[in-house]
């Protein structure tokens, strides 16, 4: 018998036919164990954002940063844009500096294309994000989304089919539409760090992904 990974974990014993196919033994019992589950790279970004945003510093710890969640690479974009940071065994500590505009391709990790859009708004010069069609079929149109509710803040932002140019600069407080998106509010939450007079509508919609989001960010006061 050989033991498949994942199944021997639970001890049960499975056996690799060789075809494509495996036979697992009727009768055996799955094993209680303890896992500890690694943080969400995902949800993390925001956090990551508001430090490159104000300027400032983050520790997000039970965080891998050579996890193979795609997302945590948003750390690597964060240091070409300009913040520092500083990666540990199960920690990552960002810090913000000087920011400036991007061209990049975010086919790879679409869901952190509206944290990026909010860290471009900060940034000097222009931000090019492109390859993302696809988030025109999202929980929002998030393309078209996030066109609108930039040009409310007062920013320059040119609208492409398949991605969006950002020009950084000044803004001003707005009330931003969430579309019933997630990613959205939470995302625009960071933008409210910085300048006063962000008010988020639908700002439950938070609860998709991360119920705990405001009361999280709350502690960043």
Same mark, same amino acid.
């Given at each position: 018998?050989?033991?498949?990974?994942?199944?021997?974990?639970?001890?049960?014993?499975?056996?690799?036919?060789?075809?494509?196919?495996?036979?697992?033994?009727?009768?055996?019992?799955?094993?209680?164990?303890?896992?500890?589950?690694?943080?969400?790279?995902?949800?993390?970004? #925001?956090?990551?954002?508001?430090?490159?945003?104000?300027?400032?510093?983050?520790?997000?710890?039970?965080?891998?940063?050579?996890?193979?969640?795609?997302?945590?690479?948003?750390?690597?974009?964060?240091?070409?844009?300009?913040?520092?940071?500083?990666?540990?065994?199960?920690?990552?500590?960002?810090?913000?500096?000087?920011?400036?505009?991007?061209?990049?391709?975010?086919?790879?990790?679409?869901?952190?294309?509206?944290?990026?859009?909010?860290?471009?708004?900060?940034?000097?010069?222009?931000?090019?994000?492109?390859?993302?069609?696809?988030?025109?079929?999202?929980?929002?149109?998030?393309?078209?989304?996030?066109?609108?509710?930039?040009?409310?803040?007062?920013?320059?932002?040119?609208?492409?089919?398949?991605?969006?140019?950002?020009?950084?600069?000044?803004?001003?407080?707005?009330?931003?539409?969430? #579309?019933?998106?997630?990613?959205?509010?939470?995302?625009?939450?960071?933008?409210?760090?910085?300048?006063?007079?962000?008010?988020?509508?639908?700002?439950?919609?938070?609860?998709?992904?991360?119920?705990?989001?405001?009361?999280?960010?709350?502690?960043? #006061?």
């Amino acid at each position: 018998d050989i033991t498949v990974d994942g199944m021997a974990a639970f001890g049960v014993k499975v056996r690799n036919r060789g075809d494509g196919s495996f036979f697992i033994q009727a009768g055996q019992r799955y094993l209680p164990r303890t896992y500890r589950i690694e943080g969400d790279a995902s949800n993390a970004s #925001y956090f990551f954002s508001a430090a490159a945003v104000c300027k400032g510093r983050i520790e997000v710890i039970n965080l891998n940063p050579a996890s193979f969640q795609g997302d945590v690479r948003f750390l690597d974009i964060l240091e070409t844009m300009g913040c520092r940071t500083t990666r540990g065994k199960d920690r990552v500590e960002v810090q913000g500096g000087e920011l400036h505009g991007i061209e990049i391709d975010m086919k790879e990790m679409p869901d952190l294309v509206p944290t990026l859009a909010v860290t471009a708004a900060f940034a000097r010069g222009k931000t090019v994000i492109k390859n993302v069609g696809h988030l025109r079929h999202k929980e929002s149109d998030r393309i078209h989304a996030l066109a609108v509710e930039f040009t409310k803040m007062g920013l320059r932002v040119d609208e492409k089919r398949d991605g969006l140019e950002i020009e950084g600069g000044k803004s001003h407080g707005a009330e931003i539409e969430t #579309y019933d998106d997630h990613r959205m509010a939470m995302s625009f939450a960071v933008a409210g760090l910085a300048v006063p007079g962000i008010r988020i509508k639908g700002e439950r919609s938070v609860d998709k992904s991360f119920p705990g989001f405001w009361e999280t960010l709350q502690k960043l #006061y």
